[in-house]
């Protein structure tokens, strides 16, 4: 049975870093697709990145150059460092796994984290 644990959420203003951390049960972050969701109201959960247990990374276009994906597995955590925020990025985030990266969207996940705020002020 696996669980994850996110931190690391916080308030930050905008051109700021924050760097979110999952911790995992299970030791699946060396066998399993690990990345990061987030949602506001009103929207859908969107993906943000993921890395597979081969390490190939993805992200969505918004992210791209700003945020940095990577995982531990001795620790067997995943982390996502973000930098040059913007309001955008306001969210609840939530850390995923899933066991393959064709099926990192949110009907695919296997499990899901409680989710972390980070709100980025203007």
């Known amino acids: ?17 924050l760097r979110l951390s999952c911790a995992a049960s299970g030791s699946i972050v060396s066998s399993y697709t690990m990345g ?7 929207k859908q959960r969107d993906v943000v990145a993921y890395i597979t247990y081969g390490g190939r990374t993805n992200y969505i276009d918004s992210v791209k150059g ?7 597995n ?5 982390y996502l460092q973000m930098n040059s925020l913007k309001p955008e990025d306001t969210a609840v985030y939530y850390c995923a796994a899933a ?3 064709a099926s990192f969207v949110a009907a695919g996940i296997e499990y899901w984290g409680q989710g972390t705020q980070v709100t980025v002020s203007s």
């Open 36 to 42: 990061w969701f987030r949602q506001v109201p009103g």
């Open 66 to 72: 700003r945020f940095t994906i990577s995982r531990d």
């Open 99 to 101: 066991r393959w990266a």
């Open 1 to 17: 049975q696996v669980q994850l644990v996110e931190s690391g959420g916080g308030l930050v203003q905008a051109g700021g870093s």
């Open 74 to 78: 001795v620790k067997n955590a995943v």
